[in-house]
């Protein structure tokens, strides 16, 4: 069994900025692409950002030269860095990946987290 659990979310104010962490546990060989992905109260979950084993990141354009998107493979972990954050922005942020392979040869796909809610309010 593998899981994904995020962290770092939280109340911000307009302008501010938060670091969201997704760490994966479960005997884990290796990790495809990890990405994040947000769903807003009565909205359709959406993609932020994704990156590759290999370090290539997409953004969707609404967040685009305010998150930044990294990954520590070593730590199987995949961080957000939100700047500039705008009361939009406010949405349970979900943490993907889409292939984890285990030492125990078992792989699992779509892997999803439990969610972080991140609120941008004054």
């Known amino acids: 069994q593998v899981q994904l659990v995020e962290s770092g979310g939280g109340l911000v104010q307009p302008g501010g900025s938060l670091t969201l962490s997704c760490a994966a546990s479960?005997?884990?060989?290796?990790?495809?692409?990890m990405g994040w992905y947000r769903q807003a109260p009565g909205k359709q979950r959406e993609l932020v950002a994704t990156i590759t084993s290999g370090g290539s990141t997409t953004y969707a354009d609404s967040v685009k030269g305010r998150f930044t998107i990294s990954r520590d493979n070593a730590k199987n972990t995949v961080y957000l860095q939100v700047n500039s954050l705008k009361p939009e922005d406010t949405a349970v942020y979900y943490c993907n990946a889409d292939r984890i392979a285990t030492t125990r040869r078992i792989t699992y796909r779509e892997v999803w987290g439990q969610g972080t809610l991140v609120t941008v309010s004054s």
């Open positions: 479960g005997s884990i060989f290796s990790i495809n692409t």
